[in-house]
């Protein structure tokens, strides 16, 4: 049984829920650091990041997963989850609250406003052709030189990966297709469970 | 090849948004209070309900100078209000690059008859519902969110509680009926059979449902949230309220952690006077903003 929670503070909880599922784990909903304990993985939904980098402030999870991620809990972040997992942002709010852990720095709405959101097929390293639903979505101004870049779009990476954490711009749990969640689950936790790298 | 504006992109747009509080703003000031507070997005307006109530006349779109100026000032998206059935000032707000279009009775109707064909428009559009027939005939013509109206800018949440009540237990029912019966449900509900019975397989819409009007204390939002909305609009409760930092603030977190009653609590302490309000049962039913839309 791969327990992997989904950051509920906000945003598209339900909608992981489901893909995970469907992936073979079993999800968990976390809200309170007590949620945290005993997950094999997690998921950081999209949403507002701005709004859930203050909740997992306030409600004392920033802290915890923090610690969590840089001790190995395989992560993976869309959209706004992301901006939460990069190490650095550009055009986001200065005091802006994020776990870091991805030696990435992401550009926030990147592509522009709502108007500006679109669906595009993607080539996904190791997954396969993907249809990318990318809403108000970050991309990444700069890889470091241990994030391995999965997707781009243009010159910009969209799907990269760092070891135990995996971030995407779009967001595949808006698409009914499970196989970026399969793809965390039965890689990157699957190896972190095996302690392989 | 890049695809914008189609219903996934809208409607997951809104799916963004569960679980948060969507603030009305007149001033790029405001709008950065409730960034911080945490709100998910920001609905930029001259004048907040409550103030729309007391000044009466005839009430529109915002100046793009003034939408403009909140755009710049806050990274969360920021909504802007049309009226029912002016679908030029839809096309101007789309224009300006805001992120969702709210078709609103809050604002003075341009149509009597007709609603926008949203279904033409890149940009997104919510809409408010008093029942689920309501609700069903704005997402046919195109709405990817639909937020429960109540009584907008009253401090008085009965209306959004009801609203809400009676779309949710609605769709309850449908869930309980056979395909013949769902013909009939469509046609009562005065609503498209297609939507009637995707809902009855969901069990719920096939859009996010937000609720809104009357909202004004942390309580009255985790209310909202504990009877099935998936977010909640408040309009004049923070603003005009006596500390709309620590209001704003308030709500966001109750929201987030609407089961939990003693966070609610918490929360609730030492937020200052709540908007003063005015009871629903003592306005007349032209009064009503919620009676607006067809």
Redesign the interface.
Known sequence: MTRVGVL????????HVAALTVAGAVPVEV?RPTDLEGLDGIVLP???S??MG??LR??ELLGPLRSLLAGGLPAYGT??GMILLASEIV???RDQELLGGLDITVR??AF??????????LDVAGVGTVHG????APWVERAGPEVEVLAS?GEHPVAVRQGHLLATSF?PE??GDERMHAFFVRRLVAQAEGGAS | ??????P??KR??A??????VIMDVVTPEQARIA?D?????VMALERVPADIRRDGGVSRMSDPDMIDGI?AEV???VMAKARIGHFVEAQVL?AI????IDESEVLTPADYAHHIDKTVF???FVCGATNLGEALRRISEGAAMIRSKGEAGTGDVSQATTHIRTILGQIKKLTTMDSTELFEAAKELRAPIELVRETAELGRLPVVLFTAGGVATPADAAMMMQLGADGVFIGSGIFKSGDPAARARAC??AT??YQDAERIAKVSRGLGEAMVGIAVDSLGAGDLLANRGW
Do not use: W
């Open positions: 509920a503070l906000q945003g598209d909880v339900r909608e809200r999209g949403g507002e701005t709004t203050k909740l306030i409600f959209c706004a055009d986001g709010r926030r709405n522009g406003s709502q108007v500006h959101s679109f669906e595009a097929d639903v990318f809403i108000r779009v967001h808006l698409t | 090849m890049n695809t914008t504006g189609t996934l992109v997951g747009m799916e963004q948004l569960k679980g948060g960034e507070a945490g709100a998910v997005a755009k990274t969360i998206p789309q690059g805001v992120d969702y890149t940009v997104p966001v977190e987030a952690y």
